[in-house]
């Protein structure tokens, strides 16, 4: 059995950034509130739990007094910070930049729509931490979207601004980008360049990984995607990978793996989302060669 993981896999710089700030403070503190998970893996929660990150939600900190919390890298809306400065709290913001320079342009573009009556539209998850960071920006007033019941929200009347959130599919944001020009056109009459904006704002470190996980998926027999159940990002990436290749399984840990689905002459691959560590995509495949009694290590 060949066993490879997928060098383009693992964290993105955001999620890998916001831990390294957690356990360089955690050296020092070994204590640290956590607004949420760190990341969308229970595996790698619970590393991190184990070291003295105390995940909390919106709800404890209006609880907590002087004392550090640290932001993960979804970003936060402004309501948060507010908090922080009543109540004393020091906060470790390892907000991706990525995120935050999409807050910045979801703000500036509110203020624009408020003063033509116009509407923003946000493709991504409702509830989803980045999503409420964005609406937060908008004073809740941000329209979101991820199916195409969910446009009956919008008023195709007045002006749309559409954003993604910065994980979405590109596909999916190009494909509600037509749905909506389409829903302006039968509502007006015609599209002009007033009525719609739409400013495809999904991460590229996260988008490339779309054929580059085509490529590596049809070159192997059987693919193990791993990742935590709660990512979006996951799902979605997983789905690429069973759609060129319907050997592709997805699995949070190397417990989830049923020796049926490999053979010996099986070359495996491995990958990930951008939520999940290189030592649990390491793990998985210490656990294959293990199941082998002739391995192969390619990578």
């Known amino acids: 059995m060949e066993v490879t993981i997928d060098k383009n896999s693992g964290y993105c710089f955001g999620v890998e950034y916001a831990i390294k700030m957690a356990e360089d403070e955690m050296a020092d503190n070994q204590k640290l509130y956590c607004l949420g998970d760190i990341v969308h893996n229970d595996m790698e929660v619970r590393r991190l739990s184990d070291k003295g990150l105390v995940v909390i939600d919106r709800e404890d900190l209006q609880c907590l007094r002087d004392c550090k919390v640290l932001i993960r890298a979804h970003g936060e809306p402004p309501e948060t910070y507010r908090t922080a400065i009543k109540n004393n709290i020091e906060l470790i913001d390892a907000s991706c930049p990525v995120v935050l320079k999409l807050q ?4 500036t573009a509110f203020d ?6 116009g509407q923003i539209v946000i493709y991504g998850k409702k509830g989803h931490a980045e999503v409420i960071g964005l609406t937060g920006q908008t004073l809740e007033k941000a329209i979101i979207v991820m199916e195409d019941k969910d446009l009956d929200q919008i008023d195709f009347s007045r002006p749309v601004t559409l954003f993604s959130q ?11 980008k037509e749905k909506i020009e389409e829903r302006i056109r039968s509502e007006k009459g015609s599209l002009e360049e007033m009525d719609f904006n739409a400013n495809d704002s999904i991460c590229r470190q996260v988008s490339n990984r779309e054929p580059q996980l085509l490529k590596f998926s049809e070159e192997k ?32 840990n190397e417990q989830d793996i049923n020796p049926d689905w490999v ?7 491995i990958c990930g ?16 060669l293990s199941m082998d009694e002739n391995p192969i290590e390619a990578g």
């Open 104 to 107: 910045h342009r979801v703000k």
């Open 112 to 117: 624009k729509m408020e003063k033509q009556e």
């Open 166 to 176: 910065t994980t979405k599919s590109t596909r999916g944001f190009y494909e509600l």
């Open 221 to 252: 027999d059987v693919i193990f995607f791993v990742s935590g159940k709660k990512s979006s990002n996951g799902k979605a990436l997983f789905q690429v990978c069973k759609g060129v290749n319907p050997r592709s399984y997805f699995v949070e």
């Open 263 to 269: 053979r010996p002459e099986d070359s495996v691959g």
């Open 273 to 288: 989302a951008t939520s999940t560590p290189m030592w649990l995509m390491e793990q998985v495949k210490e656990y294959l």
